[in-house]
C-alpha cells in the first residue's frame, strides 16, 4: 500500500493579493508612510519570506491584512475577495487569517491545553468535548504531549512558540502571518523550531507571510524571498528559493543555498545601509 | 538529598531564625523594661514601656474578657464591610474606565482630585454627613481601600498587551467574550495587588477613625482603635501594648487570607 505524498500538493485557498497599498500613519499631523505602492502576489500554500530593515513597515503591512488597522490606499484581497479597499479602510479580523506575533502573545493566564482551544470554543460549531478531543490530539502531533496543563509561562520558550502555532492552525486558517516570531530564540532552538515548523506546514498546508531579520531563516523556510526597501516599505527584490521542499538542515551547506545567500545578502545590505543613513539624517 | 528536602530544610531554617530573632526582641524588651529594677538605672525609651511579662499578664486576664473580644469584632466587621464595598464598586468602576474613554473623561478628572485627600480628613465631614456612627466609620474606611483598587484596576487593565486583545479579535471573540476572558483575568493580578494593599491601608484607617469617632455607648463598641484609646486614657500601658499587638496580628490574618484567596484566582503566577 502506497500513502500519498501531499508534501508538494497545493491547496486551493488562501492566495493573497496584495494591490498598490499605501499606508501613512497620521495623514493630518506628522503623516509617517509607512507603505508605498506595495503590490505583492501570494499564491495559496507558498511560504512567503518579506525581509527587510528595521522600521521600514514589515508590521504595518502584516497589520492591514490582519485587520489590526486599515490602510490609507489600494486593495488586499483574500482568493478573489476584497478584504479592504476603497470604501472599506479596515478588513474584518478573522480566524482565516492568524497572526503568530514577534514576542508572543499566548495568554498567560491560559493553560497550553486552554490556548489552543480558544479559537475553535469561540466560533462554537463543536462541542466543548469535540474541541478537547482535537486539541489534544494536534498537541500530541506537534510534540507538546505531556505540556497540556501548565501555564505558557511553565514552559520553554522554544515549546511556547510551538503551542502558538499549534493554536493558530486550530483556526484551520487560511493564511498564517508571521511576524519574526524567533527572533528572541537561540539559533540552536531556532533550527529545531524551523524545521517542526515545516513538518506541520508539509501536514497542513497554508499561505504562510512570514517576517523576518534572519536571511539564513528566510531561505531556510521560504519558495520566496521578498526583500523591502527601507522605510516606505515596497518590494525592492524579490529572490526565487528553487530548492525543492520537503527540507532539512542539510541544505544550509548546499552551493545553490549560498549562491541565493550571497544575491540576497547584497541587496539586503544595501537597503539596511540606505535605513541607517536615513536614521542618521533624521536623528 | 533531593532538591524539595533542601527547599523545606531551607525554609525551617528561616522559620528558625525569624522565631530566634523574636525571642531576643523580646529578652531585650523585657530587660530593658526590668532596667530600673534590675540594674538600678533607667535604659531610656524602653525603660517606660511595660515589660512583655506584664503585657502577657494583662493579656490573659483579656481573653477571657467578652468585650475584648468584642472589640476583634467591632474592627474586623469595619475593614470588611468597608473592604468589600470597595471591591464591589472599585472593581467595576475601573474596568469600565480602561475600556470607555467617554466615560474615563468624565469621571477620571473628579477622582484624582479626590484621591490625594487622605481618608482621614474625611472623618469630621462623614460624621456630620452620615446619619450614624458606625455608617460614618465604614465610609472612612471604604475609602482607605477604594482609591488604591481602583488605581490598580485601572492600571492593570490600561497595561494590557494589545496583542491579546488583536489575538483574540482573530479568532473570533465577541466584545463581551473579550472583556469576560481577556480583559477580566489579565487584569486579576493587579486586582490583587491592589486589594492587598488596600486591605493593609484599611486597617490603618479603621484604628484612626475608631480613636477619632470614640466609643459610643458604654465603650463596649468601639473596636481596636478605642480599646487602644480608652486604655491611654485609663492608664492602662499594658493594654495599649495588648491593643497594637492584636491589630498587628489581625492585620497579618486579613492580609494572610488575602493572598491565599488572590493565589486561588490568580494560579498562573505562583511559578515565576
Ligand atoms: N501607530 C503608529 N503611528 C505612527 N507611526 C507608526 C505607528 N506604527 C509604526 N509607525 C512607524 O511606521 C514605521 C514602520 O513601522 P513597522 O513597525 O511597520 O516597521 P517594521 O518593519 O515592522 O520594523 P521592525 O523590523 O523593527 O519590526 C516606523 O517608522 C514606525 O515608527
Ligand atoms: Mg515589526
Known amino acids: 500500500m502506497s500513502t500519498v505524498d501531499k508534501t508538494n500538493l497545493m491547496p486551493t485557498k488562501g492566495a493573497i493579493r496584495i494591490e498598490d497599498v499605501v499606508k501613512i500613519y497620521d495623514p493630518e499631523g506628522t503623516a509617517v508612510m509607512a507603505v508605498d505602492h506595495c503590490s505583492i502576489d501570494i499564491p495559496a500554500g507558498e511560504i512567503c519570506m518579506i525581509v527587510g530593515p528595521s522600521g521600514c513597515g514589515k508590521t504595518t503591512l502584516l497589520n492591514t491584512i490582519a485587520g489590526f488597522h486599515g490602510l490609507t490606499s489600494g486593495h488586499i484581497y483574500l482568493d478573489d475577495e476584497i478584504l479592504c479597499g476603497p470604501g472599506k479602510e479596515k478588513a474584518e479580523p478573522g480566524s482565516d487569517r492568524i497572526v503568530v506575533f514577534q514576542n508572543g502573545a499566548l495568554f498567560p493566564w491560559k493553560t497550553n491545553l486552554e490556548n489552543i482551544a480558544f479559537g475553535p470554543m469561540m466560533e462554537g460549531k463543536l462541542s466543548k468535548g469535540e474541541i478537547y478531543q482535537k486539541a489534544r490530539k494536534m498537541m500530541v502531533d506537534a510534540g507538546l504531549e505531556g505540556t497540556e496543563d501548565a501555564y505558557p509561562g511553565e514552559v520553554s520558550s522554544g515549546l511556547r512558540r510551538r503551542v502558538e502555532i499549534v493554536r493558530a492552525l486550530m483556526n484551520e486558517p487560511k493564511v498564517l502571518l508571521f511576524d519574526e516570531p524567533y527572533r528572541a530564540l537561540d539559533s540552536l532552538t531556532k533550527s529545531v523550531m524551523h524545521e517542526a515548523l515545516l513538518e506541520i506546514y508539509y501536514k497542513n498546508k497554508v499561505t504562510i507571510f512570514f517576517i523576518t531579520h534572519d536571511l539564513e531563516e528566510a531561505i531556510f523556510l521560504g519558495h520566496r524571498l521578498i526583500i523591502m526597501s527601507s522605510r516606505p516599505c515596497k518590494p525592492k527584490k524579490i529572490v526565487e528559493v528553487d530548492i525543492p521542499h520537503p527540507r532539512d538542515y542539510s541544505v544550509l551547506t548546499s552551493p545553490r543555498f549560498r549562491e541565493i545567500m550571497n544575491e540576497a545578502k547584497s541587496v539586503v545590505n544595501e537597503e539596511a545601509r540606505k535605513a541607517f543613513e536615513a536614521g542618521e539624517k533624521e536623528g | ?272
Open chain 2, 1 to 272: 538529598m533531593n532538591i524539595n528536602k533542601l527547599k523545606s530544610n531551607f525554609s525551617m531554617r528561616a522559620a528558625f531564625r525569624g522565631l530566634i530573632a523574636i525571642i531576643i526582641f523580646i529578652a531585650i524588651w523585657e530587660f530593658g523594661a526590668r532596667s530600673l529594677d534590675l540594674i538600678g538605672y533607667r535604659v531610656p525609651f524602653i525603660g517606660l514601656i511595660p515589660p512583655p511579662t506584664a503585657v502577657l499578664d494583662s493579656w490573659a486576664g483579656l481573653v477571657v474578657d467578652p468585650s475584648y473580644w468584642q472589640s476583634w469584632y467591632m474592627s474586623f466587621m469595619r475593614v470588611f464591610t468597608g473592604f468589600l464595598v470597595a471591591m464591589v464598586v472599585g472593581i467595576p468602576l475601573g474596568l469600565y474606565m480602561a475600556v470607555n474613554r467617554t466615560f474615563y473623561g468624565i469621571a477620571f478628572p473628579s477622582f484624582e482630585i479626590l484621591r490625594p485627600i487622605p481618608p482621614l480628613a474625611w472623618v469630621p465631614a462623614s460624621i456630620i454627613f452620615w446619619p450614624t456612627q458606625e455608617m460614618s466609620i465604614a465610609f472612612v474606611t471604604f475609602l482607605g481601600a477604594f482609591y488604591t483598587i481602583v488605581i490598580n484596576v485601572l492600571g492593570g487593565a490600561k497595561s494590557i498587551n494589545r496583542q491579546y486583545l488583536q489575538a483574540a479579535q482573530s479568532m473570533g471573540a465577541s466584545q463581551a467574550d473579550i472583556f469576560r476572558r481577556i480583559i477580566l483575568p489579565a487584569t486579576l493580578p493587579s486586582i490583587v495587588v491592589g486589594s492587598a494593599v488596600g486591605m493593609g491601608i484599611t486597617w490603618e484607617v479603621v484604628v484612626a477613625a475608631e480613636m477619632i469617632s470614640g466609643g459610643g455607648s458604654g465603650g463596649a463598641g468601639g473596636g481596636l482603635g478605642f480599646f487602644i484609646w480608652s486604655s491611654y486614657v485609663g492608664g492602662s500601658y499594658e493594654q495599649i501594648i495588648v491593643g497594637m499587638i492584636s491589630i498587628g496580628i489581625a492585620g497579618y490574618i486579613s492580609s494572610e487570607l488575602l493572598r491565599k484567596l488572590g493565589g486561588r484566582f490568580t494560579p498562573w503566577l505562583k511559578t515565576r
